[in-house]
């Protein structure tokens, strides 16, 4: 069974609360639920796992160097300038996708640039919830080929 690491950067644990106009009503327990019924029907071992801080975020990207066969990473803001995580992704042998809920290339300036898009397969942006779950379909079929 493949295993995948599902990783959720600040405040997205404040989803459902935090800027519904931008983010929308459904919570980080719901993504989680939904992708859990996904990942069953792949036949994938999947593991979630939030935090707000960067070097728990580090720290479990390289526990995952071995331990999972790949990462699907919402990193929030850190996208925009954590060079940390960034080297952390690059620093393992695990294959990568980004998600974010919303599209980056279409709101503010600083939200156009992602540090971590360089070092992962490809970039889900725009799709609100359903961005993790394409980013699950995508991982899968990186995987698979
Ligand atoms: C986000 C976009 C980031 O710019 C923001 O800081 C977030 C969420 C998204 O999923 O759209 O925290 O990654």
């Known amino acids: 069974m493949k295993k995948v690491l ?14 519904p106009g931008v983010y929308g009503t459904v919570t980080l327990q719901m993504i989680k639920q939904n992708l859990q019924v ?16 960067e070097g728990v975020i580090i720290d479990t990207i390289h526990a995952a160097h071995a331990a999972m066969d790949g990462i699907v990473i919402n990193p929030g803001a850190f ?11 690059s620093s393992v042998d695990v294959p990568v996708v980004e998600v974010h809920l919303s599209n980056i290339h279409k709101r503010e ?36 080929s």
């Open 6 to 19: 599902i990783m959720n950067g600040p405040n997205l644990n404040m989803l459902g609360i935090r800027e």
């Open 38 to 53: 996904k990942a069953a029907e792949l036949g994938i071992d999947l593991t979630f796992m939030q935090s707000n801080h």
């Open 79 to 89: 996208t925009h300038y954590s060079y940390a995580i960034r080297d952390a992704l």
């Open 109 to 144: 300036e600083f939200r156009h640039t992602s540090v971590t898009a360089p070092v992962v397969i490809g970039q889900i942006a725009g799709f609100g919830p359903y961005g993790y779950e394409l980013g699950l379909l995508a991982l899968n079929q990186h995987l698979n």
